[in-house]
């Protein structure tokens, strides 16, 4: 069975400074992964998705995440955040029949 | 602009009601995925389904707890009787074929008391 770990609940950031939100995925084989964001009251929004090939995957907003292999990780990143950017950040492992399992959610709060 | 439509969008019952929530998957989708979200427990899968099939319902209360699909444009999730333990926002999510992204509704937030 897959799982997903987020190990950070919640993380404080100046706005225009940098952010790193991790992930760690448990699955047997290669896995498709995602990341989400959750503003208050509203669904998820994909950010991005890595399925095969290169390794370093662009998604919108200017976000960006990398899938390691070998360390079972999938770290999203942005190199300059944004007062809009503070929300609920998901990562998500889907598996081969389609089946999207979450992580807790790390809450992104954004400072002045 | 496709989207996936769930109503209501907010519901309050008295506990031991029935409580019906409906999703429009987006037009063409065959997955669609019903998940809980709560404070405690985050996110939860409680079912889903391929080409109306329901694959996976291992995450639903069964007692109390029903998801199906009458037809392509419709999924439902029914709690009966409804406990202040199943106040949560119920998403409804749909999707193309595996390993492609779920687009999530609005959600329903879901208070019983």
């Known amino acids: 069975a897959q799982s997903v770990t987020q190990p950070d609940i919640h993380i404080t950031v100046s706005e225009g400074a940098s952010l790193e939100l991790r992930c760690n995925y448990s699955y047997g084989a290669t896995p498709y992964l995602f990341w989400y964001v959750q503003s208050p009251g509203q669904g998820l929004q994909l950010l991005l998705k890595y399925f095969s090939g290169d390794t370093l995957v662009q998604g919108i907003k200017g976000f960006e995440a990398e899938f390691k292999r070998s360390q079972s990780s999938f770290n999203l990143r942005k190199p300059s955040v944004h007062w809009s950017d503070a929300a609920e950040y998901f990562c998500?492992?889907?598996?081969?029949?389609?089946?999207?399992?979450f992580g807790a959610g790390t809450q992104v709060v954004v400072t002045p | 602009d496709a989207r996936v439509t769930q109503t209501p969008r907010h519901k309050v019952t008295e506990m031991g009601q029935e409580v019906t929530m409906r999703c429009q998957p987006i037009l063409g989708h065959n997955t669609v995925f019903w998940y809980r979200q709560t404070m405690m427990q985050g996110l939860e899968l409680l079912a889903y389904?391929?080409?109306?099939?329901?694959?996976?319902d291992s995450g639903m209360p069964k007692d109390r707890f029903s998801a199906e699909m009458p037809d392509a444009t419709l999924a439902t999730l029914k709690i009966q009787p409804s406990e202040p333990r199943d106040s949560a926002v119920y998403f409804c999510?749909?999707?193309?074929?595996?390993?492609?992204?779920?687009?999530f509704g609005q959600g329903t937030r879901l208070t019983v008391v």
């Open positions: 389904f391929r080409n109306r099939a329901p694959l996976d």
């Open positions: 999510a749909s999707g193309l074929e595996v390993g492609t992204e779920a687009f």
């Open positions: 998500a492992v889907g598996d081969s029949w389609g089946k999207l399992q």
